[in-house]
């Protein structure tokens, strides 16, 4: 989804910077030009000063994705994926497993999934990083219980699987 994106913006490496972020952030596009976390509009200006651009192109990418009907189909859809568990599992009591893969290996999370299924662990967030977005993708297993020695020795085998990290 990303290249598409980024094609059709390609002539404005600012404007590209602002699209990156609404989608790795999940804010949407919505009623005109005016840009939504969930249902809490964002100010342009913070936007901005966040992002290190000026206000006005943020302006400007919302107003020329509003005018593409495919990006405005797209933008107007996205929504924040909710909280981010493994910087505070420790604190919830969970461990984290992440899983650096072959991002275009198929059937790692599944993989991944029954292996920990089977040491009776339940999984309380899976997240996997899109390859257009992060340069190192992982897999991300919040878990209600650090899993067996044998067990992440086995993840470790799951085809396409590079290496993996526990904390």
């Known amino acids: 989804m990303w290249r598409q994106i980024s094609d059709r913006l390609k002539e404005y490496p600012g404007r590209q910077k602002v699209a990156r972020a609404l989608v790795e952030s999940g804010l949407a596009i919505k009623e005109g030009n005016k840009i939504y976390c969930g249902g809490i509009e964002l100010s342009d200006v913070k936007i901005a000063r966040y992002l290190d651009v000026d206000r006005r192109t943020v302006r400007d990418t919302a107003q020329l994705i509003t005018s593409d009907p495919e990006l405005k189909s797209v933008f107007e859809r996205l929504k924040p994926a909710g909280p981010f ?65 044998t067990t992440l020795q086995k993840l470790l085998k799951i085809p396409g699987v590079i290496k993996i990290s526990t904390y």
């Not at 604190?91 to 275009?104: K, Q, T």
């Not at 292996?115 to 997240?127: F, K, T």
């Open 85 to 149: 568990l493994a910087d505070v599992a420790k604190f919830l009591g969970y461990s984290v497993i992440e899983i650096y893969a072959d991002p275009h290996t198929v059937g790692i999370v599944a993989q991944a999934a029954a292996l920990v299924a089977q040491e009776n662990i339940a999984i309380r967030q899976a997240v996997a990083d899109d390859p257009d977005l992060t340069p190192e993708p992982k897999l991300t297993l919040v878990v209600e219980k650090e899993p067996s020695g």
